[in-house]
Each structure stands twice: as C-alpha cells, then as structure tokens.
C-alpha cells in the first residue's frame, strides 16, 4: 500500500474492496454524496443557453422573460428572441454541489457534495421572429390628433400604455421594440405612450413645408428647436420634436435634422392609397408625384413591403395587421393576387422567419413554384 | 475540476430514494485517467466526463414580489456533466461468497 491510500478511511477501503474496484487506480481524493437539507429543491430549473446568451448575461446582469398570460414564454435579449420549451431528458439529473472548501476533509481526501435537487426535465431555447403586432393592438384605439385630442374623455377614459407595459407584454427584444415604435410614430406624452393618427401625420408633414418655405430651410438641415417651436399650433412642441426626430435623421451637433426623403414619399404614396380599393399604376405615379415635392425622388420599390401590384394596379395592404400565423398570412396574400414573384411576396414574409432556410421552407410548405416565361412565380399550394 | 460549483450526475435508472435528508447517496470516485466511478448502494457504475455542446444555466425561482413579475436567479453555469451511461455493476461481497 502507498502513502496515498492510507487516505482512505477504512469502510471506504472496505468498499471499494467489495466493489472489486482497484485502490491503486483511484486518485487519492474521493467524494461523498449526501441528501442535501432542501431536497428536493423544485424551486430549480435547467436552461440550455448558446454563448452567446452567457455573453449577453454576463454584460446586462440579467435576461427577461415576455408574455401576456396566454403566450408562450419568451425569453429576450436586446436583439433575439427565444422560445422557452420544457424538454423531458432521458436520463434523470441529479443537481449535486460542493459544500463550502472548508469541508474539504485533508485527512482523508474526502470532498463532501450534497445533492440538491432531482430533474426530469430542461428547458430549451429556439430562436423565434418578434411579434409586434401586439404593439399596433395596444395603439389603435387611441390614436393622438394634437390639440383636439379626444384623451380628456372623463366618462371613457382610455387605457394608458407607458414603456413597462409594452416590454412586460409585447415578445420582442428591446431593440425590435425599439426600432417598431419609430417605425409607427409613436411618440411620449405625458409619460405614457401615443400613436399619432395617420392624418394628424399628414398635417404635421404639411405644416413643416410649409415653414420650409416660409422660413427658407433647407429640408437637409431643419433646425429642431426652432421649427418645434413654430409648430405649436397643432401640437405641444416636445411632440413636434419628437415626430422631427422620426422623420428625418439628426445632424451630428443634434441641432439640426435632415428630413428622411424616403419616409416622406411613402407616407403620401400610403395616404393616396390607404382608402382606396386599387388604383391604376400609371395615375397612381402621377397623383404621387404630384403631391411630393419635387426634389423628394419616388420609386415604387420604396413601397415594398406596403402595397401589392397586380395587372398593372396598385392597391395598399396593411403588413402590420397580417396575421402572425404562416398559413392565415399566405391566405390573405394569395387573396389578393394569384402569382408572386420571390421578390414581391419576401417583404410579407420576412417577419415570419429568422433564416433564410426558414424562409425557404416556410415557400415550400406553402406554396407551389411554377415557371412563366423564364420567370418565377410562386402560386398557392391547394386552390 | 469542474468550471462550476455544481456537478451534474446522470444514471441510466432513477436513484430516487423518499425525501431523506442528509442520508448518504453513495461515493464517487475518480481513476487516474479521470474517469468517474460512482458507488450507490450495491451498484457500481461507471461513467465518463461530458463537455456540454450548449451550457446550462442552473436558474432558482425566487418569490415573487406580490406583482405579477416573477424573477429567476442564474446561480451558476454548468459546462460539464458526469454521464453514468454503462449498465451498472453489482457488488458482489467477497464475505458472502466464502460462507
């Protein structure tokens, strides 16, 4: 017998003699597991996380968990979003943990490890798309008009949606919400949250033109302070201000915007089309270039992903209110024309989708591609 | 040994016992080419140390605060597991053979 065995305490000895298994083989240290106080501890879960989601814990100290109380759970970072699903493991797990080092017993190289808790299952994580569309359910009812705004109703009071609200509910990260909230012109008034109304937009754009040209500003550089300012007929100026923020792009000393010449030309294309069924391609571009100002540039390809063109006619879909179920979108998109180019149906889709393999597989399942003219179409599966 | 303070042991059968608190599970021992052998009652088992392909976040439910926020905190993460995959081997006592 070597020095090292000795360590060994004699029942241990006696084991591992019956178990036939050879001291000399064994390092000297040995652990003993024992029942921990707690066991068993269900207040404990497994998560299986990529790198990637350590990184991010590691920088942000913590991860958040979305949903209303019918969702799915959620888990967000502040770029990607994963669903949280439970995934019963073959083998059961034993959650076993040191004691403090303290108890690490010299004498006889024993480590004592107590097992807390007994699991059958983990949770895994797969990466989802943002659903946002919650986001637009929350506003729609109670869209800001300016000084007429109809939220002084004392016998109807509306709901008040603050930031909280929408990141405790809405499944998406921070930055889906973030970018989204822009995206709708959604703008913080009296600490809680508004949508401006697509008209009340409309006069607003009109209403800075018409200063452009008053006070001779250049749509590249707009001083913010002073055009808010000017804008106090139709609205408090910190709304004025924060609708200049979203339409155009702030210089670098923040003084200054350039309006967004693209955000501009859609929003008159969408206000010619929004209440019409369909409108002819050819007067639609001429009443569009109309109504834009001319060194404002209109390209149809701006409207991707807003309107439909079908047989030489323009008509405008609302990509916010698609269902967020694949199939029931593919309907409504189908309903409205019968062929799709990959290029006219992909900005529908992509917000179903968080990789192209996705992509392609969500096209194969429900679509059938045919050929026409050396082009290709895609078609829906089953009439 | 481990990168975390918890170890994970998987047996191929459940070695649930009722909730006994600081009763002895078994031994667990390590050969020199670090291979685990786990003793449980009459059983032996032997097993082989396991890189996780995606970590683990060992996560404990705390009580909520009365609101409808419940949290989780990441006690640890866990980057290894101990497999015990092998059928187990029964301790035959070398006392019980002789009488």
């Known amino acids: 017998m070597n020095d090292e065995i000795k360590h060994f305490p004699e029942n241990v000895q006696k084991l591992l003699a019956d178990a036939r298994i050879p001291i000399e083989q064994l390092k000297p240290i040995y652990y003993e597991l024992t029942i921990g106080e707690q066991f068993p501890d269900d207040s404990i879960r497994l998560i299986e ?19 209303a109380n019918n969702d799915f759970a959620a888990l967000c970072t502040s770029d990607q979003i994963f669903e949280i699903k439970s995934a019963e493991t073959s083998n059961t797990l034993l959650l076993a943990s040191p004691l403090d080092s303290s108890s690490v017993n010299k004498e006889n190289g024993c480590i ?79 600490g809680h949250l508004r949508l401006l109304d697509f008209d009340f937009r409309t006069k607003l754009i009109e209403y800075i033109f018409s200063l452009l040209s008053i006070q001779d500003w250049s749509k590249d550089h707009i ?27 702030m210089s670098n000393d923040g003084n200054s915007i350039s309006l967004n010449a693209n ?82 149906i992909e900005p529908f889709l992509s917000s179903l989708t968080t990789s192209n393999a996705e992509f392609n597989s969500l096209l194969a399942m429900h679509t059938r591609c045919i050929i026409k003219d050396g082009q290709k179409y895609y078609a829906p599966k089953y009439n | 040994m481990l990168a975390s303070n918890y170890h994970v042991y998987i047996c191929d059968y459940a070695a649930e016992k009722q909730s ?30 396991v890189e996780l392909d995606k970590p683990l976040l060992v996560m404990r439910k705390q009580q909520a605060d009365g609101t409808n926020n419940t949290s989780y905190q990441v006690e640890c993460v866990i980057k290894r597991k101990l497999l015990f995959h092998k059928r187990s081997k029964p301790i035959v006592h070398y006392s019980s053979k002789k009488t």
């Not at chain 1, 996380?49 to 949903?67: A, D, H, T």
């Open chain 1, 49 to 67: 996380v990529n790198n990637s989601l350590i990184e991010e814990l590691e920088k942000s100290k913590k991860l958040v968990i979305r949903g």
């Open chain 1, 263 to 344: 955000t501009i030309s859609t929003h008159y294309a969408l206000d010619l089309l929004r209440n019409l069924e369909k409108m002819k391609l050819s007067e639609f571009m001429t009443c569009w270039r109309e109504c834009v100002p001319s060194d404002f540039p209109i390209d149809v390809d701006q409207l991707k992903g807003f309107v439909i063109i079908s047989e030489g006619t323009i008509s405008y879909i609302d990509t916010d209110n698609l269902s967020e179920k694949p199939y029931e979108r593919m309907k409504t998109l189908f309903s409205r024309k019968n062929t799709w180019t990959l290029s006219e």
């Open chain 1, 223 to 249: 001083p913010i302070d002073k055009c808010a300012t000017e804008m106090k007929e139709i609205c408090p100026k910190y709304v004025a201000k924060q609708f200049l923020e979203q339409i155009g792009t």
């Open chain 2, 20 to 49: 006994l608190s600081g009763e002895r599970v078994g031994f667990l021992f390590f050969t020199q080419n670090d291979m685990p052998v786990c003793v449980i009652g009459q059983h032996i088992l032997d097993g082989k140390m």
């Open chain 1, 112 to 190: 004592a490890l107590t097992v807390n808790s007994i699991l059958h299952a983990k949770l895994e994580l797969t990466q989802c798309v943002p659903r946002l569309k919650r986001i637009c359910q929350l506003f729609e009812d109670n869209p800001y008009r300016g000084h007429f705004d109809g939220d002084n109703d004392i016998e109807n009071p509306k709901p008040k949606i603050t930031m909280e609200n929408i990141k405790s509910e809405v499944q998406a990260s921070d930055q889906a919400i973030d970018a989204y909230l822009k995206k709708l012109n959604v703008v913080t008034i009296d």
